[in-house]
């Protein structure tokens, strides 16, 4: 990929200086918004027909004869409904590169156009690994079950008070554990096989496909892997490590003065700071990936830090060494080794900038709860079970607004980061590294 040679794709140094501002991220937000509206407007509407559609059918699916097959199918369509969020998530964000500056720059640096599918590939394990890692499928499963009861509100308390199982809004849990391991094995095997082939760079789909045998992988194991742990819960609460360790928490809040105190305001106070924080990094990661400035692994998190030297020595240690050690620290990596990524691209905007868009981000979903709760207000009526028909819209318009300025935010986010970063580096007179370069090894994502 050739590197920006010219400044033609940039807004000239003094009359556009604004526009580089940490502080014009709302505005340039709006901006994308303003061209973009249309498409963003499509690909939301497509993506929640879709997602309405696999949730009804799942719920529908999830009785009748053949209990234990029919739940298979559930899940399979559940998978489909989170890969219709990646879908949506990636659309969204692709049809507005074209009115980013980094983009245009780009393409005077003679940068071919990516296809939606060649950033969808590329997309998709890591959205994969935080879509479920940071409990954004709970909403999934939560419209899987409103749907699934109001298909027949009655139902739930007729067999109730019979005392039969009805299974209304227990679709994805009523998998038998055999069931749930046999087919959690052959998701394994299709996770595997395409995520070998997408390692090595082949296959247009290899990385979807391995995210659909990610994600089926988790959904189907949940029964088999939960009545394991039902089962051995008391024996694990009862083992002597275990309560050693609760002996100790219990001796350290008696003697050290202020830890409980401590403790409980870092539990009251840490909720809100996945919230503010590691939740807005997390989308941000996937903007970032979208537009293909973003490597998944730990080693270029740590370039050029003192922790790449520490890195090398782990190379040169014994292969079981650094087996374990992958295996210890995957759940860690996995969670905020992407953050890590998006936060340090982000912090070479400068500080304000990754500020304000946590603010704007928490201050957009709040706005959005008033929002639907004025929608709900202005609809109210005397008539009973009116809400049945206006909830619907209300929710449909209260999320579109939130999700549409969201994706543009996070748009623009990346947009200023990457500008910044390429402008400031041709002032200092080094050669300026393009956010969709390649890594030492790794093709770039639009050869």
Not at 93 to 122: D, F, I, P, W
Not at 285 to 304: K, P
Not at 312 to 321: S, Y
Request: hydrophobic share 50%; charged share 15%.
């Amino acid at each position: 990929m050739r590197q920006v040679s010219g400044t033609s794709a940039l807004p000239a140094p003094r009359r556009f200086a604004w526009m580089l501002s940490p502080y014009a991220l709302p505005l340039h937000a709006l901006r994308i918004l303003a061209k973009c509206a249309l498409p963003l407007i499509i690909w939301f509407s497509l993506g929640r027909l879709v997602r309405w559609g696999l949730l009804l059918l799942a719920a529908t699916v999830s009785h009748g004869s053949w209990y234990q097959a029919r739940l298979v199918l559930v899940m399979f369509l559940f998978t489909l409904v989170v890969m219709t969020s990646l879908a949506t998530t990636v659309g969204m964000l692709y049809v507005v590169r074209e009115a980013l500056l980094e983009t245009r720059a780009r393409r005077a640096g003679g940068e071919a156009k990516e296809s939606l599918l060649g950033a969808l590939n590329r997309t998709a394990l890591v959205f994969a690994g935080i879509y479920t890692t940071w409990g954004f499928v709970k909403e999934d499963a939560h419209d899987f079950m409103n749907i699934d009861m109001m298909r027949q509100p009655d139902r739930l308390v007729l067999d109730g008070g019979s005392g039969d199982k009805s299974g209304v809004m227990a679709g994805l849990m009523n998998l038998d554990p055999k069931v749930s391991l046999a087919t959690m094995v052959v998701a394994y095997g299709v996770k595997w096989y395409f995520g070998r082939r997408h390692e090595a760079g082949n296959g247009r789909f290899s990385g979807v496909l391995a995210t659909f045998g990610e994600l089926a992988f988790a959904f189907y194991g949940i029964n088999a892997v939960g009545a394991v742990v039902g089962a051995r819960s008391d024996w694990i609460g009862g083992r002597s490590a275990v309560a050693a360790w609760h002996d100790l928490v219990a001796g350290a809040e008696g003697g050290i003065p202020g830890w409980q105190q401590v403790s409980e305001w870092l539990g009251e106070v840490w909720p809100y700071v996945i919230e503010a924080l590691a939740v807005p990094l997390a989308w941000l990661t996937v903007g970032i990936l979208v537009y293909g400035a973003y490597a998944e692994d730990t080693q270029t998190t740590i370039r050029g830090t003192r922790l790449e030297q520490a890195a090398v020595h782990l190379e040169r240690t014994h292969d079981w060494t650094r087996r374990a050690l992958a295996k210890l620290s995957a759940g860690w990596t996995g969670r905020w080794i992407p953050l890590l990524n998006s936060l340090r691209l982000t912090a070479r905007g400068g500080a304000p900038l990754f500020g304000l868009f946590a603010l704007c981000y928490v201050g957009l979903h709040i706005g959005g709860d008033f929002l639907g709760r004025a929608g709900r207000y202005l609809t109210a009526s005397e008539e009973p079970y009116l809400w049945f028909a206006t909830g619907e819209p209300v929710g449909y318009v209260t999320d579109l607004v939130v999700t549409l300025v969201t994706m543009c935010l996070i748009a623009a986010t990346f947009d200023l980061a990457a500008t910044r970063a390429r402008t400031e580096g041709r002032a200092e007179g080094r050669e300026p590294v393009t956010a969709g370069s390649a890594e030492p090894g790794r093709p770039s994502p639009s050869s």
